[in-house]
T-cell receptor, first 115, second 108 residues
Framework: DVKVTQSSRYLVKRTGEKVFLECVQD?????MFWYRQDPGLGLRLIYF???????EKGDIPEGYSVSREKKERFSLILESASTNQTSMYLC??????????????FGPGTRLTVL | SQQGEEDPQALSIQEGENATMNCSYK?????LQWYRQNSGRGLVHLIL?????REKHSGRLRVTLDTSKKSSSLLITASRAADTASYFC????????FGTGTRLLVSP
Protein backbone atom coordinates (compact mmCIF):
# COMPACT_ATOMS: atom_id res chain seq x y z
CA ASP A 1 0.00 0.00 0.00
CA VAL A 2 1.07 3.55 -0.68
CA LYS A 3 2.05 5.37 2.42
CA VAL A 4 2.19 9.15 2.69
CA THR A 5 3.38 10.49 6.01
CA GLN A 6 3.39 14.01 7.36
CA SER A 7 5.80 15.16 10.01
CA SER A 8 3.23 16.37 12.53
CA ARG A 9 -0.46 15.79 13.18
CA TYR A 10 -0.83 18.96 15.23
CA LEU A 11 1.36 22.04 15.26
CA VAL A 12 1.09 25.34 17.13
CA LYS A 13 3.25 28.25 16.02
CA ARG A 14 3.52 31.96 16.71
CA THR A 15 2.88 34.72 14.20
CA GLY A 16 6.05 35.50 12.28
CA GLU A 17 7.69 32.12 12.82
CA LYS A 18 9.08 30.15 9.90
CA VAL A 19 7.21 26.86 9.66
CA PHE A 20 8.22 23.68 7.86
CA LEU A 21 5.72 20.97 7.03
CA GLU A 22 7.27 17.78 5.76
CA CYS A 23 5.72 15.10 3.61
CA VAL A 24 7.24 11.78 2.62
CA GLN A 25 5.86 9.13 0.27
CA ASP A 26 7.23 5.64 -0.15
CA UNK A 27 5.93 4.66 -3.60
CA UNK A 28 8.32 6.47 -5.93
CA UNK A 29 5.57 8.80 -7.11
CA UNK A 30 6.57 11.62 -9.42
CA UNK A 31 3.78 13.97 -8.41
CA MET A 32 3.36 15.54 -5.01
CA PHE A 33 0.87 18.14 -3.83
CA TRP A 34 0.15 20.43 -0.91
CA TYR A 35 -3.42 21.48 -0.12
CA ARG A 36 -5.02 23.42 2.63
CA GLN A 37 -8.51 22.59 3.79
CA ASP A 38 -10.81 25.10 5.45
CA PRO A 39 -14.48 24.71 6.43
CA GLY A 40 -16.77 25.64 3.58
CA LEU A 41 -13.92 26.07 1.13
CA GLY A 42 -12.95 22.47 0.48
CA LEU A 43 -9.41 21.60 -0.59
CA ARG A 44 -7.38 24.29 -2.25
CA LEU A 45 -4.12 23.54 -4.01
CA ILE A 46 -1.13 25.51 -2.75
CA TYR A 47 1.77 24.04 -4.73
CA PHE A 48 2.56 20.90 -6.63
CA UNK A 49 5.63 19.23 -8.01
CA UNK A 50 6.01 16.91 -10.99
CA UNK A 51 9.62 16.04 -10.38
CA UNK A 52 12.60 16.65 -8.16
CA UNK A 53 13.50 20.33 -7.91
CA UNK A 54 10.43 21.18 -9.95
CA UNK A 55 7.50 23.15 -8.54
CA GLU A 56 4.45 24.90 -9.81
CA LYS A 57 2.05 27.26 -8.12
CA GLY A 58 -1.43 26.12 -7.36
CA ASP A 59 -4.45 28.28 -6.67
CA ILE A 60 -3.29 29.91 -3.43
CA PRO A 61 0.54 30.05 -3.31
CA GLU A 62 0.83 33.42 -1.59
CA GLY A 63 2.66 33.21 1.71
CA TYR A 64 4.01 29.73 0.98
CA SER A 65 7.02 28.17 -0.69
CA VAL A 66 8.02 24.57 -1.30
CA SER A 67 11.10 22.44 -1.65
CA ARG A 68 11.60 19.11 -3.36
CA GLU A 69 15.22 18.04 -3.12
CA LYS A 70 14.46 14.32 -3.17
CA LYS A 71 11.75 12.46 -5.02
CA GLU A 72 10.11 11.09 -1.88
CA ARG A 73 10.03 14.33 0.11
CA PHE A 74 8.02 17.50 -0.47
CA SER A 75 8.23 20.31 2.05
CA LEU A 76 5.86 23.22 2.52
CA ILE A 77 7.35 26.35 4.04
CA LEU A 78 5.52 29.22 5.65
CA GLU A 79 8.15 31.95 5.55
CA SER A 80 6.43 34.10 8.17
CA ALA A 81 3.37 32.43 9.62
CA SER A 82 0.21 34.48 9.98
CA THR A 83 -3.05 33.74 11.76
CA ASN A 84 -4.90 33.37 8.44
CA GLN A 85 -2.69 30.38 7.71
CA THR A 86 -4.31 28.44 10.53
CA SER A 87 -5.70 25.45 8.68
CA MET A 88 -5.51 21.75 7.96
CA TYR A 89 -2.67 21.00 5.54
CA LEU A 90 -2.85 17.88 3.42
CA CYS A 91 -0.07 16.37 1.36
CA UNK A 92 -0.75 13.97 -1.50
CA UNK A 93 1.19 12.05 -4.11
CA UNK A 94 0.35 10.33 -7.37
CA UNK A 95 1.93 8.40 -10.19
CA UNK A 96 1.33 10.16 -13.50
CA UNK A 97 -0.51 8.09 -16.07
CA UNK A 98 -0.15 9.68 -19.48
CA UNK A 99 -3.52 10.88 -20.73
CA UNK A 100 -5.35 9.45 -17.74
CA UNK A 101 -6.51 10.55 -14.34
CA UNK A 102 -4.17 10.03 -11.46
CA UNK A 103 -5.43 8.73 -8.15
CA UNK A 104 -3.99 10.81 -5.36
CA UNK A 105 -2.86 9.28 -2.09
CA PHE A 106 -3.13 11.51 0.92
CA GLY A 107 -1.26 11.83 4.17
CA PRO A 108 -3.14 12.12 7.47
CA GLY A 109 -2.91 15.90 7.52
CA THR A 110 -1.30 18.49 9.78
CA ARG A 111 -3.58 20.78 11.74
CA LEU A 112 -1.64 24.02 12.08
CA THR A 113 -2.64 26.73 14.51
CA VAL A 114 -0.90 30.10 14.28
CA LEU A 115 -1.32 32.24 17.39
CA SER B 1 -11.19 27.54 -8.97
CA GLN B 2 -13.64 25.07 -7.51
CA GLN B 3 -14.80 22.67 -10.17
CA GLY B 4 -17.16 20.42 -8.24
CA GLU B 5 -20.01 21.33 -5.98
CA GLU B 6 -21.51 18.62 -3.83
CA ASP B 7 -25.11 18.51 -2.77
CA PRO B 8 -26.31 18.26 -0.07
CA GLN B 9 -23.72 19.87 2.15
CA ALA B 10 -24.76 17.59 4.99
CA LEU B 11 -26.80 14.41 5.20
CA SER B 12 -27.99 12.54 8.27
CA ILE B 13 -29.43 9.03 8.01
CA GLN B 14 -29.95 5.85 10.03
CA GLU B 15 -27.91 2.70 9.63
CA GLY B 16 -29.27 0.50 6.89
CA GLU B 17 -30.59 3.41 4.82
CA ASN B 18 -29.13 4.46 1.50
CA ALA B 19 -27.19 7.71 1.13
CA THR B 20 -27.05 9.66 -2.11
CA MET B 21 -24.68 12.53 -2.76
CA ASN B 22 -24.52 14.61 -5.89
CA CYS B 23 -21.71 16.46 -7.59
CA SER B 24 -21.95 19.06 -10.32
CA TYR B 25 -19.01 20.37 -12.30
CA LYS B 26 -18.51 23.16 -14.78
CA UNK B 27 -16.27 22.08 -17.65
CA UNK B 28 -15.76 18.97 -19.76
CA UNK B 29 -14.02 16.12 -18.01
CA UNK B 30 -12.18 12.92 -18.86
CA UNK B 31 -12.86 11.27 -15.53
CA LEU B 32 -14.41 11.95 -12.17
CA GLN B 33 -13.30 10.54 -8.84
CA TRP B 34 -14.91 10.25 -5.41
CA TYR B 35 -12.91 10.42 -2.19
CA ARG B 36 -13.84 9.89 1.45
CA GLN B 37 -12.39 11.77 4.42
CA ASN B 38 -12.87 10.58 7.96
CA SER B 39 -12.91 13.34 10.54
CA GLY B 40 -9.54 15.02 10.88
CA ARG B 41 -7.81 12.63 8.49
CA GLY B 42 -6.57 12.57 4.91
CA LEU B 43 -8.68 11.66 1.90
CA VAL B 44 -9.01 8.13 0.61
CA HIS B 45 -9.81 7.32 -3.00
CA LEU B 46 -13.08 5.42 -3.44
CA ILE B 47 -13.88 5.10 -7.11
CA LEU B 48 -13.16 6.58 -10.52
CA UNK B 49 -15.63 6.79 -13.38
CA UNK B 50 -14.55 7.64 -16.90
CA UNK B 51 -16.40 10.05 -19.14
CA UNK B 52 -17.56 7.23 -21.43
CA UNK B 53 -19.09 5.31 -18.51
CA ARG B 54 -22.56 5.96 -17.15
CA GLU B 55 -22.48 3.80 -14.06
CA LYS B 56 -19.91 2.00 -11.96
CA HIS B 57 -20.15 -0.22 -8.90
CA SER B 58 -17.71 -1.06 -6.16
CA GLY B 59 -19.08 -3.05 -3.23
CA ARG B 60 -21.82 -0.94 -1.65
CA LEU B 61 -20.90 2.07 -3.78
CA ARG B 62 -22.64 3.01 -6.97
CA VAL B 63 -21.52 6.00 -9.01
CA THR B 64 -23.34 7.47 -11.95
CA LEU B 65 -22.14 10.07 -14.41
CA ASP B 66 -24.24 12.26 -16.69
CA THR B 67 -21.89 14.27 -18.86
CA SER B 68 -24.78 16.07 -20.57
CA LYS B 69 -25.82 17.50 -17.22
CA LYS B 70 -22.25 17.73 -15.92
CA SER B 71 -23.21 15.83 -12.80
CA SER B 72 -22.37 12.67 -10.89
CA SER B 73 -23.93 10.91 -7.97
CA LEU B 74 -22.54 8.60 -5.32
CA LEU B 75 -24.91 6.11 -3.73
CA ILE B 76 -23.93 4.20 -0.62
CA THR B 77 -26.32 1.34 0.00
CA ALA B 78 -27.13 -0.16 3.39
CA SER B 79 -25.14 2.52 5.22
CA ARG B 80 -23.15 1.73 8.33
CA ALA B 81 -21.99 3.96 11.15
CA ALA B 82 -18.46 3.52 9.78
CA ASP B 83 -19.55 5.32 6.61
CA THR B 84 -19.76 8.54 8.61
CA ALA B 85 -17.33 10.83 6.80
CA SER B 86 -17.11 13.65 4.29
CA TYR B 87 -17.29 12.74 0.63
CA PHE B 88 -15.69 14.72 -2.16
CA CYS B 89 -15.84 14.56 -5.90
CA UNK B 90 -12.76 15.51 -7.89
CA UNK B 91 -12.11 16.23 -11.54
CA UNK B 92 -8.96 16.76 -13.54
CA UNK B 93 -6.02 14.63 -14.59
CA UNK B 94 -2.72 15.18 -12.80
CA UNK B 95 -3.95 18.24 -10.95
CA UNK B 96 -7.29 17.51 -9.30
CA UNK B 97 -9.92 20.03 -8.35
CA PHE B 98 -12.08 19.01 -5.41
CA GLY B 99 -15.59 20.02 -4.51
CA THR B 100 -16.55 21.32 -1.10
CA GLY B 101 -17.84 17.94 0.07
CA THR B 102 -20.90 16.33 1.62
CA ARG B 103 -20.78 15.50 5.33
CA LEU B 104 -22.54 12.20 5.93
CA LEU B 105 -23.63 11.16 9.41
CA VAL B 106 -24.90 7.60 9.83
CA SER B 107 -26.51 6.99 13.19
CA PRO B 108 -26.76 3.51 14.73
Amino acid sequence: DVKVTQSSRYLVKRTGEKVFLECVQDMDHENMFWYRQDPGLGLRLIYFSYDVKMKEKGDIPEGYSVSREKKERFSLILESASTNQTSMYLCASSYPLAGATDTQYFGPGTRLTVL
Amino acid sequence: SQQGEEDPQALSIQEGENATMNCSYKTSINNLQWYRQNSGRGLVHLILIRSNEREKHSGRLRVTLDTSKKSSSLLITASRAADTASYFCATGTQKLVFGTGTRLLVSP
